[in-house]
């Protein structure tokens, strides 16, 4: 229903609000409006995934992002308040008298919560993880578009000792969520999170020689990004892990289409499948990949793995999308990929 009246419901959401708020006319300008419609409609869409899945914490944890994104903007942490009081308001009139209160639940439970939520959020590099001055050294290279010398400290810690899967761990994965807590606080344009990424995989690529050298066993995998979403870097990591552990693996990137997904699984038969969803609002095409594949024929007893951002935030998600387990990092996944074959056999 949200879905189906999200337009209209962003509509009055941003004419109530500057009804209320004349001031923002002159504070914003034009194009506030059209920033004040953009964020109504992110508003919507995943609060509509959080009421989907039952989880009021998939909307609260967005709204926690939302602060600091909005924050590093120059937005008040009371103009995103007086946003979600006006679209309570709207919701409790349009939507029907069964259905509003809930909705307006969840909004109120994140209004509550706003006040203790972060406005500049802590580094996503620890400095009490292993190799910390590692992915320190790696970031400020890539932030300096220095690719040359990133690829070079990884590359002679690997040489001296260092596992890959220790860098693919503590150096990539903290490094690209710092690069995304840094665009969320307005540190680096989307540009150099482009480069960062991309430079990542570059380097990531350079360690395959390695990776397919090892010994292979009788077991494969298959990992996709759900339909829509395009942060691969995950399931990447993920699939070179299984990698590494021997199995054969198929890595078929982002934003892969459900349909295309189980084509490809039909031909394949793997025995296990790993699909990420870091985007809340794919959640729905998650769930109905799922189910499309536990009904294809060929495809009905093959194990699938889930991960990605709304997943740490709500750890028993998995149940509720119809996966059989879900893994916050690559090497939990592989592990869990062992046991699950395990039983199966």
């Not at 028993?316 to 916050?328: K, P, S």
């Amino acid at each position: 229903m949200l879905d189906s009246m999200r337009e209209s419901i962003a509509d009055s959401v941003v004419e109530r609000h500057y009804q209320r708020h004349p001031e923002l006319e002159s504070r914003f300008g034009a194009r506030g409006r059209v920033k004040c419609r953009e964020d109504a409609g992110s508003h919507l869409t995943y609060l509509a995934q959080s009421l989907i899945t039952s989880r009021p914490a998939l909307f609260a944890d967005y709204v926690a992002w939302a602060k600091a994104m909005l924050a590093g903007r120059g937005i008040s942490a009371r103009d995103l308040a007086d946003h979600l009081q006006v679209l309570i308001d709207v919701l409790s009139e349009r939507l029907p008298p069964q259905d509003a209160p809930s909705a307006c639940f969840y909004v109120q439970n994140a209004l509550a919560a706003l006040p203790n939520m972060p406005d500049f959020p802590a580094s996503c590099i620890a400095q009490d993880r292993p190799l910390t001055h590692l992915a320190d050294s790696y970031l400020g290279a890539l932030l300096a578009c220095s690719r040359q010398e990133a690829s070079r400290l990884v590359l002679d810690a690997v040489d001296h000792g260092t596992s890959i899967k220790d860098v693919y761990i503590h150096v990539f994965q903290e490094s690209q969520k710092e690069i995304g807590r840094l665009w969320q606080t307005n540190q680096v344009t989307v540009a150099q999170e482009h480069y960062c990424t991309a430079a990542t995989q570059l380097i990531m690529s350079q360690f395959y020689p390695k990776i397919f050298a090892g010994p292979r066993i009788s077991r494969s995998f298959v990992g996709a990004c759900v339909g829509g979403d395009l942060h691969e870097i995950g399931i990447r990591m993920v699939a070179d892990f299984f990698e590494m552990e021997g199995w054969d693996t198929a890595y078929l990137g982002a934003n892969v289409p459900g349909r295309d997904l189980i084509r490809t699984l039909q031909d394949r038969k793997p025995d296990v499948v790993g699909i990420s969803a870091t985007i809340t609002a794919n959640l729905s095409a998650l769930a109905q990949t799922i189910a499309a594949i536990r009904v294809t024929p060929g495809c009905r007893t093959m194990k699938i793995l889930v991960g990605g951002y709304p997943f740490l935030v709500v750890p028993d998600l998995w149940v509720e999308i119809g996966a059989d387990g879900m893994a916050q990092d690559a090497q939990e996944a592989v592990d869990l990929a062992v046991q699950l074959t395990k039983d199966a056999a």
